[in-house]
């Protein structure tokens, strides 16, 4: 350390001043001892930071303890009763009639409102293990759908087929009937002009009838097993015509399709065997007829094809075959919305290519592909009473609708079920506003469908005509691109 | 107890009742049906805002007190009953 000194002589007259020598002093800095000011203690600043950072947890037996304390039981006795008052409470204080709010919930919020679940029907004896094969909504009482199911491995002793009517319009959750039978259902229907049958498919190729008029849960009429009927699994049952002139269609996987008459089940009215070009039975898997059709109908095989055959005539049997899939077909609808344009001659294929192809009975190569799903689509359904609007349901859990006049894109309206169990039956109820699902573990889910989709406006088929010309200009360019 | 337990489950089985949350006054949740996580995130977040709310009111007037709180959003609806020691909060979407 420099300590300077400066020498201050008091002289009168010029005062010279100059720097001193300069001494080097060896002295150790002096240390500031400081003393903190903070108390040692721990106060209550101290342990509020201590808690933001890191939340005290209060231990099970602790936590027991304020659960009986007297002030917890009055003060939750209290606080409970004004919560369930304000919960009972359904008024939306904030609702704008003006519409305003909901063009801002266009994204998310619309999506969820599209496709809400409305009901879930699972059996506890009935329905654990047993996979949803066929659903069907009743013609005559719009709440009944009736859903089968095949057999519960875990469960040896009980029948293997079992089908299920559930009733929407009460809030009880157990079936309004319960039948069973010895084989497992593979496909099930309300017989149209018959309120009190349901008609079964089953896995043996035996079809069996139960009435709900008689207080058995098993079968009252049943077709025989022997080669004049079914020998393989009938995965498609149907009753077609009008209420005086009737049949019940079957056809099994060997090909061989079947009419019967309600009331005698003991032989089939008529067979035929569906045979492409002379050989190749064809392994059917889903069955469709076009709306106030009898006698055409379209098919849909392992083999990835689908045909369309006619049921009476010279030519009867399998007429054109339609190829574009890869993979087996899982489901066949055809267009039903009735409305000034006729569009009957539309039909939707689904496959386990992952795709959803729209045909029309006019031409064998499909009109349009719609590939946004990405696993086996299990089932595809028109909407009965929009044109453009229709749904499907994949492996992974999910229901699409798709409205082709808003987008052949993309669906219009998509919900996934929680859990990703596969989804293997759509349905739409005939009212167009409700649809049923069917998935791996045994649950029906019937949602509602948002009106802003599932109503049509009246000039939803003039737009489709509109799309249909599109759809057609965009199929016949990019094969002009593939030819070129 | 068992009162307890049943009052509950009568009000998580209301409709559009998401979750229910007890939480104390120092912000440590007591009894929940949320995940680990929610239930961590609400109990924190909310207790601030009460103390918040309380101390808002009481400093207009200080002989009045806070006696519930609602919060209504976009998505859904959290309301809380406090106390002096305690509060319960119960998250509800009103459309389901």
Redesign the interface.
């Known amino acids: 350390m420099f300590i300077f000194i400066i020498i201050c002589v008091c002289r009168r007259g010029a005062v010279r001043l100059g720097m001193s020598k300069l001494t080097q002093v060896d002295f150790v800095p002096r240390e500031m001892v400081s003393y903190s000011k903070e108390t040692q203690t721990p106060t209550e600043a101290m342990t509020q930071a201590d808690?933001k950072d890191t939340?005290?947890?209060?231990t099970e037996e602790e936590?027991l303890q304020?659960?009986?304390s007297e002030?917890?039981?009055s003060?939750?006795e209290?606080?409970?009763r004004?919560?369930?008052r304000?919960?009972?409470e359904?008024v939306?204080?904030?609702f704008d009639y003006s519409g305003r709010d909901l063009e801002d919930?266009e994204g998310d919020?619309q999506a969820g409102?599209k496709l809400v679940v409305n009901r879930q029907f699972a059996d506890e004896r009935w329905t654990k293990n047993r996979v949803v094969t066929c659903l069907d909504w009743s013609p005559q009482y719009p709440e009944l759908l009736v859903a089968s199911y095949n057999n519960n491995e875990d469960a040896p002793h009980e029948p293997d087929g079992v089908a299920l009517v559930w009733n929407m319009k009460y809030k009880k959750g157990t079936p309004e009937y319960i039948f069973h039978c010895q084989s497992e259902v593979m496909s099930a229907g309300f017989a149209k002009f018959h309120p009190n049958l349901v008609v079964g498919g089953t896995y043996s190729g035996q079809i069996v009838l139960w009435d709900n008029r008689s207080n058995k849960r098993t079968p009252v009429q049943r077709t025989p097993l022997s080669a004049a009927a079914h020998t393989h699994p009938v995965y498609c049952v149907n009753v077609v015509g009008t209420q005086n002139a009737n049949n019940l269609i079957s056809i099994s996987t060997d090909g061989k399709m079947c009419s019967w008459s309600l009331d005698m089940l003991s032989q089939p009215q008529d067979s035929l065997e569906l045979v492409f070009k002379q050989s190749k039975a064809v392994a059917v898997t889903s069955m469709a007829f076009p709306l106030a059709d009898v006698n055409n109908f379209v098919v849909g095989s392992e083999d990835g094809s689908v045909y369309t055959a006619c049921r009476h005539g010279s030519k009867a049997g399998i007429t054109e075959v339609f190829e574009g899939h890869h993979g087996p077909v899982t489901g066949l609808s055809c267009h039903s919305a009735g409305g000034p344009v006729d569009f009957s001659h539309l039909f939707i294929s689904s496959s386990f290519d992952w795709t959803v192809k729209l045909w029309s009975t006019k031409s064998t190569r499909p009109l349009y592909s719609f590939e946004d799903c990405c696993d086996y689509v299990y089932d595809a359904m028109w909407s009965p009473t929009h044109p453009a609007l229709f749904a499907c349901v994949d492996l992974s859990g999910r229901l699409d609708l798709w409205n082709l006049n808003n987008d052949t894109e993309v669906p219009t309206a998509s919900v996934s079920v929680e859990g990703s169990p596969a989804l293997n039956r759509v349905r739409w109820s005939h009212s167009g506003k409700e649809i049923a699902t069917g998935d791996s573990e045994g649950q029906v889910r019937v949602y509602d469908v948002g009106e802003q989709i599932c109503v049509p406006k009246a000039d939803e088929w003039t737009r489709f005509v509109r799309t249909l010309a599109e759809i057609n200009e965009n199929r016949d360019e990019a094969e002009e691109l593939a030819n070129a | 107890m068992a009162e307890v337990e049943e009052t509950l489950r009568r009000i998580q089985s209301q409709k559009g009742v998401q979750g229910i949350v007890i939480v104390n006054s120092e912000g440590i949740p007591i009894k929940t049906t949320l995940d680990n996580s929610s239930t961590v995130q609400y109990a924190g977040l909310i207790h601030q805002l009460v103390m918040k709310a309380r101390s808002t009111v009481r400093d207009i007037d200080p002989q009045n007190d806070l006696t519930f709180l609602r919060i209504r959003s976009k998505k859904n609806e959290i309301m809380i009953a406090p106390d002096k020691d305690y509060f319960l909060i119960v998250i509800q979407n009103p459309s389901d």
């Open positions: 808690q939340p005290k947890e209060l936590k304020v659960l009986h002030e917890f039981l003060f939750f209290r606080g409970s004004i919560v369930e304000v919960l009972a359904q939306d204080v904030c919930k919020l409102a």
